[in-house]
T-cell receptor
Framework: GIQVEQSPPDLILQEGANSTLRCNFS?????LQWFHQNPWGQLINLFY???GTKQNGRLSATTVATERYSLLYISSSQTTDSGVYFC????????????FGSGTRLLVRP | EAGVAQSPRYKIIEKRQSVAFWCNPI?????LYWYQQILGQGPKLLIQ????????DSQLPKDRFSAERLKGVDSTLKIQPAKLEDSAVYLC??????????????FGPGTRLTVL
């Protein structure tokens, strides 16, 4: 099946710093989503981005589908950005379930 | 627009007991998913419904897990009997359709199950 790898697995930042999270996937995909799982376990949708670039405030994401990777940029990080960031994809076949990576655990210190 | 609703939020049971979780998707969403998230891992799909029909239940442990979406709206996931390894967060998600463009999935708050 499709493999989704996220890096780095853990990241510690000082408040105000910038960071880049990476998601590599092993096959062509229909859909790619980035999520933030907050400390209460809620998965919050950040981006639906099968290709191209999107921006939402301090966050932006780029997916290069032909090279099978996506990047999530966090600028001017805040303590509320702490949590786990997941990338999830669905394959370009008849199954449309999301396959999740193992996540990047981010801690932003004040 | 209301999001995906789930209940209960937390449940603690003894092994071999039974438990049920409820999910109400976003209004108008045809596709409903149940995922299991074990601590430290990403969510994994258990079962996927399109309206009231099952699309994919290949990862559902059918000897103990069952799920239904009788009227094509809300859904129930049941575990009977529960094992220690079933301790996890159970997440429900919905999307507008089975496939195609702009088919973003949205997740509920989850039910945290502890089996003692």
């Amino acid at each position: 099946g499709i493999q989704v790898e996220q890096s780095p697995p853990d990241l510690i930042l000082q408040e105000g710093a910038n960071s880049t999270l990476r998601c590599n996937f092993s096959d062509s995909v229909n859909n790619l989503q980035w999520f933030h799982q907050n400390p209460w376990g809620q998965l919050i949708n950040l981006f639906y981005i099968p290709s191209g670039t999107k921006q939402n405030g301090r966050l932006s994401a780029t997916t290069v589908a032909t090279e099978r990777y996506s990047l999530l940029y966090i600028s001017s990080s805040q303590t509320t950005d702490s949590g786990v960031y997941f990338c999830a994809v669905d394959r370009m076949d008849s199954s449309y379930k999301l396959i999740f990576g193992s996540g990047t655990r981010l801690l932003v210190r004040p | 627009e209301a999001g995906v609703a789930q209940s209960p939020r937390y449940k603690i049971i003894e092994k071999r007991q039974s438990v049920a979780f409820w999910c109400n998707p976003i209004s108008g969403h045809a596709t409903l998913y149940w995922y299991q998230q074990i601590l430290g891992q990403g969510p994994k799909l258990l079962i996927q419904f399109q309206n009231n029909g099952v699309v994919d239940d290949s990862q559902l442990p059918k000897d103990r897990f069952s799920a239904e979406r009788l009227k094509g709206v809300d859904s129930t996931l049941k575990i009977q009997p529960a094992k220690l390894e079933d301790s996890a967060v159970y997440l429900c998600a919905s999307s507008p359709r089975l496939a195609g463009v702009n088919n973003e999935q949205f997740f509920g708050p989850g039910t945290r199950l502890t089996v003692l």
